[in-house]
């Protein structure tokens, strides 16, 4: 099985930044798109962005011109580059990858267990 998992979260004043990575791993797969999600309490957990294997990128119109979305192929790494946060960017993020197994050709969305960041005013 795949397992991703987060790290880079944390506390961070408005303004400030921060660099979330999720590294995948597993036998036996190949990663297509991976992305970040976040939930904040009482809301939908919403897209934030979006990555595919050739560099292709998609942002939420919240986060664009703030966020960065890149991977590393090689060690099956997806980052979040956060600057100019605001308070309202405070919620669980969570990684999310589209893999296919290796076995049986089979498509799976896997997520990891998500990282908290809070944005103080």
């Known amino acids: 099985q795949v397992h991703l998992v987060e790290s880079g979260g944390g506390l961070v004043q408005a303004g400030g930044s921060l660099r979330l990575s999720c590294a995948a791993s597993?036998?036996?797969?190949?990663?297509?798109?991976m992305g970040w999600y976040r939930q904040a309490p009482g809301k939908q957990r919403d897209m934030v962005a979006t990555?595919?294997?050739?560099?292709?990128?998609n942002y939420a119109d919240s986060v664009k011109g703030r966020f960065t979305i890149s991977r590393n192929n090689a060690k099956n790494t997806v980052y979040l580059q956060m600057n100019s946060l605001k308070p309202e960017d405070t919620a669980v993020y969570y990684c999310?990858?589209?893999?296919?197994?290796?076995?049986?050709?089979?498509?799976?969305?896997?997520w990891g267990q998500g990282t908290q960041v809070t944005v103080s005013s």
């Open positions: 999310n990858a589209n893999i296919r197994a290796a076995w049986n050709g089979a498509l799976a969305d896997v």
């Open positions: 597993g036998i036996a797969f190949s990663i297509n798109t």
């Open positions: 990555i595919t294997t050739d560099g292709s990128t």
